[in-house]
């Protein structure tokens, strides 16, 4: 595992030194959105914490108070992937307060309703906009050029510096929260926060554990997954997954034989037209098209639906094709990245409705986010990073906080290509945990949902039945239902 101690320890001697946010949250209160007419569902701040004062380096977060008892409920932080992700992609389209509709008229301003799954039902959300460059900026361009080890270290200035300036939520229960890159984020970042702990200091941050969707975690697990993966949901045949296996040796990406190569460039073609985040969901290459040819589908009309979101607006529409191939590195760097997560690719979405809203200056000024003139366009998943995986694999972290009693769970959309369960569940089980809490299914409104097994060390893996890569998107009556459970130490 990398080890970071010269970060926590300048961090400890400089600390004392940076000015600390002078402004009072009440001056960060969100007292109105555009797009929402009625009164919010709680308090909601939001704004900017420097935490490089001589680069002008300053991260922004949106928080949003419990719908339930805010002064005793945890406080969770989310944290999008990418990297280059904003983690307005989680509030905006998975676990926000609101769920977007279409505005009125074509590129307008898209209209907000209350999302009844919010994870604010039963915490308070704190969405962070990291690392600089993802819709957080810095006055000095050379920090765009940035990996885990700067983005951690920023990530817990920040925390320190947000926690002086909300002090009546430091004795609250304190959890970690994301999806996909979010799984190298995470363990980072939980890193240097137990290090600050460990040495003692101000504010303590009052850790509790963290929980990681589809998460990136190890390069040998998570990209030697899609191959058994395809072949087991029926994506490949037999005779391919047997002339692959043999020439590859369970190796399946990365620097490989010719004849792998070749076999593993099959795989990929047959491939090629799935939606890589959820191979139930439609593919929309060319969306005027592609919706046509779905509708008028040979397909059973509830297989169609199998695969879409359970939300009540179609608010986003996923596309594979510019994230592919599956299983060759993307080097960023000197570092080889996860193909579908990081570099100059970008995730195959279509953000339009989010980049919409946080493009129009009456929202930005409503957020308390600096204008378009002064940083530019808001975009939910950019390119302007230069981003450097520096720690390699987090399965050494993961073992060293459930060793320490820090509560942990991993969860995964069953029918995500992108990073398949079956690779998570690997390295889960590589720890050697005992199970105290054998492969079972969970329910939900009477219905599987999903499947769980439960570990020593207060660690547990989950799947969610259906869903894909954002599991709070493609479910999320199930995804309120077993966070809250799990949150609050009850049996899923």
Not at 33 to 42: E, H, I, Q, V
Not at 134 to 139: A, D, E, K
Not at 456 to 465: A, G, V
Request: hydrophobic fraction near 35%.
């Amino acid at each position: 595992m990398a080890s970071t101690p010269s970060l926590t320890l300048l961090l400890a001697l400089l600390l004392p030194l940076i000015p600390l946010a002078v402004a009072a949250p009440e001056k960060h209160l969100v007292t109105h959105l555009p797009g929402f007419d009625s009164a919010l569902p709680s308090k909601h701040y939001a704004g900017y914490i420097t935490v490089d004062e001589s680069n002008g380096r300053r991260l922004f977060y949106y928080l949003v108070l419990s719908e339930r008892d805010p002064a005793i409920d945890p406080v969770v932080l989310w944290l999008s992937g990418g990297p280059g992700c904003s983690s307005f992609d989680g509030f905006v389209y998975e676990n926000g307060p609101f769920n977007f509709e279409r505005g009125s008229t074509p590129g307008g301003l898209p209209k907000l309703q209350l999302n009844p799954y919010s994870w604010s039902k039963v915490s308070s959300m704190m969405y962070l906009d990291s690392p600089a460059g993802v819709g957080s900026y810095s006055l000095n361009k050379s920090d765009y050029k940035t990996g885990d080890l700067k983005t951690a270290a920023d990530a817990h200035i920040f925390l320190l510096k947000w926690f002086e300036l909300y002090p009546e939520f430091q004795l609250n229960p304190f959890y970690i929260s994301g999806e996909s890159y979010a799984g190298i984020y995470i363990p980072t970042l939980a890193d240097e926060v137990v290090k600050g702990i460990q040495m003692a200091l101000k504010p303590r941050i009052n850790l509790k554990g963290y929980l990681i969707g589809n998460g990136a975690t190890d390069a040998d697990y998570d990209l030697n997954s899609f191959v058994p993966f395809a072949h087991g949901m029926g994506l490949i045949s037999t005779d391919l997954f047997e002339d692959v296996s043999a020439a590859c040796h369970g190796t399946f990406w990365g620097k490989v034989n010719d004849v792998c190569q070749e076999n593993i460039d099959r795989v990929r073609w047959e491939l090629k037209d799935l939606n890589t985040y959820n191979i139930l969901a439609p593919c929309y290459h060319h969306p005027e098209v592609q919706e046509t040819a779905f509708v008028n589908s040979s397909l059973p009309s509830s297989f169609r639906k199998l695969g879409e979101t359970e939300r009540p607006f179609p608010v986003r529409k996923r596309m594979a094709g510019l994230s592919w191939p599956l299983g060759l590195p993307v080097s960023s760097g000197h570092v080889t990245l996860w193909p579908e997560l990081g570099g100059k690719s970008l995730p195959c979405t279509s953000d339009e409705l989010a980049t919409i809203w946080l493009d129009d200056e009456d929202v930005r000024a409503a957020i308390h986010a600096k204008p378009k003139s002064l940083i530019g366009s808001w975009e939910l998943n950019t390119a302007r990073i230069d981003y450097i995986h520096d720690t390699g694999s987090m399965v050494e972290y993961h073992k060293k906080f459930t060793a320490m009693g820090y509560r942990v769970l991993i969860y995964s959309g069953d029918h995500d290509l992108c990073i398949p369960f079956t690779g998570t569940e690997a390295w889960v089980r590589s720890l050697g945990y005992r199970v105290v809490d054998s492969w079972r299914p969970w329910h939900f409104g009477g219905q599987v949902a999903g499947y769980t097994q439960g570990y020593d060390h207060n660690l547990t893996f989950l799947t969610i039945k259906g869903s894909g890569h954002t599991v709070p998107e493609y479910k999320p009556k199930e995804s309120l239902a077993f966070y809250t459970h799990w949150l609050f130490g009850e049996k899923i």
